[in-house]
């Protein structure tokens, strides 16, 4: 069992940054590769970021690319999305997600364990 909690959300203007923090207890953190998520009122969950167990291979959505950065830290047990040039349409709630095994995935569906979810908006 994997608990994860995230952190950082608020309330920005357009172009500015915020950094997401998710902390997870549990298992051996290495040997789960992690993912963030964003849902916006009435729209599905989609994928925004990933990044393996040892770190060294991440996946972005093409609308955060070159925006937001993914980033680990095995020993304690964290991960972190730091998210600049903030736009009105990144507002969502910002899952964080745990997939048992470490390579990281895209679809929602290969997560196991999920965050409560932090809100950030980002008014123009």
């Known amino acids: 069992q994997v608990q994860l909690v995230e952190s950082g959300g608020g309330s920005v203007q357009a172009g500015n940054s915020l950094r997401l923090s998710c902390a997870a207890s549990?298992?051996?953190?290495?040997?789960?590769?992690m993912g963030w998520f964003r849902q916006a009122p009435g729209k599905e969950r989609e994928f925004v970021v990933a990044?393996?167990?040892?770190?060294?291979?991440?996946y972005y959505a093409d609308s955060v690319k070159g925006r937001f950065t993914i980033s680990r830290d095995n020993a304690k047990n964290s991960v972190h999305l730091q998210m600049n040039s903030l736009k009105p349409e990144d507002t969502a709630v910002y899952y964080c997600?745990?997939?048992?095994?470490?390579?990281?995935?895209?679809?929602?569906?290969?997560?196991?364990?999920w965050g409560q979810g932090t809100q950030v908006t980002v008014s123009s």
């Open positions: 549990g298992r051996t953190f290495s040997n789960y590769a």
């Open positions: 990044i393996s167990g040892s770190g060294g291979r991440t």
């Open positions: 997600a745990a997939k048992t095994g470490m390579i990281a995935a895209t679809r929602r569906n290969d997560y196991d364990y």
